[in-house]
């Protein structure tokens, strides 16, 4: 079947520790994204990219790095300089030039220790 | 900065009544619409996309669009419990754009 997956469900994070969200997806497409969803809020983009080895900054990048190494994974770390990591991760996929319609991995629930 | 506004709710209807949720935008470039349903502490589903003015349906789901209005909304008839989620207006602009969503409406359908 193809789909996002996105690992672990949940992750807890210590005081001053990186983290890393895991997103792998294997519709081909070439477009990826990461979402925060805060509890009663939209989403806010934090970064994208649309082709491999390129990425781009979205409205909430501070703190947060990604690589874009394999078309079919885009990776999140959630920096120790992210003082208020606590959300819902979203990633999501899909075919750059078309009509933007995006499809969502299954979210990772970070939380602080 | 690209805003997409949505009543938070909760919207409230009894089963098998139609419930109509609203959706405005601030860029006029806005070329595609959607709507995404979440139930919670679950990722989106799209249930309607729309990229020309008028209505656009597909089941029991109408999509509405007015872009001199900057207005888009989804109506859902029959609505059942089943129904009971979030829902997310996301736009986009012109060209290759991200989406910008709205935080959503609530909408509860009562049995």
């Known amino acids: 079947d193809g789909g996002i997956t996105q690992s672990p469900k949940y992750l807890f994070r210590k005081e001053g520790q990186n983290v890393t969200l895991s997103c792998e997806q294997n519709?081909?497409?070439?477009?990826m994204y990461w979402y925060r969803q805060d509890p009663g809020q939209g989403l806010r983009l934090i970064y994208y990219?649309?082709?491999?080895?390129?990425?781009q900054k979205g409205d909430i990048a501070e703190g947060y790095s990604v690589s874009r190494e394999k078309k079919e994974s885009f990776p999140l770390t959630v920096t120790s300089a992210q003082k208020n990591p606590t959300a819902f991760y979203l990633c999501?996929?899909?075919?750059?030039?078309?009509?933007?319609?995006?499809?969502f991995g299954s979210g990772t629930q970070l939380s602080v220790l | 900065q690209k805003e997409v506004e949505q009543n938070s709710g909760p919207l409230s209807v009894p089963e098998g009544a139609i419930a109509s949720l609203n959706c405005t935008y601030s860029?006029?470039?806005?070329?595609?619409f959607f709507w995404y349903r979440q139930y919670s502490g679950k990722s989106p589903e799209l249930i309607m996309f729309?990229?020309?003015?008028g209505d656009k349906e597909d089941g029991r789901f109408t999509a509405q669009l007015n872009k001199a209005s900057q207005y888009v909304s989804l109506l859902i008839r029959d609505s059942q419990p089943s129904d009971s989620a979030t829902y997310l207006c996301?736009?986009?602009?012109?060209?290759?754009?991200?989406?910008?969503f709205g935080k959503g409406t609530m909408l509860l359908v009562s049995p």
């Open positions: 999501a996929s899909n075919d750059r030039g078309k009509n933007e319609k995006l499809f």
């Open positions: 519709l081909n497409h070439d477009a």
């Open positions: 990219s649309q082709i491999v080895n390129d990425f």
């Open positions: 860029d006029r470039g806005s070329q595609s």
């Open positions: 729309i990229y020309s003015n």
């Open positions: 996301a736009v986009s602009g012109s060209g290759y754009s991200t989406l910008t």
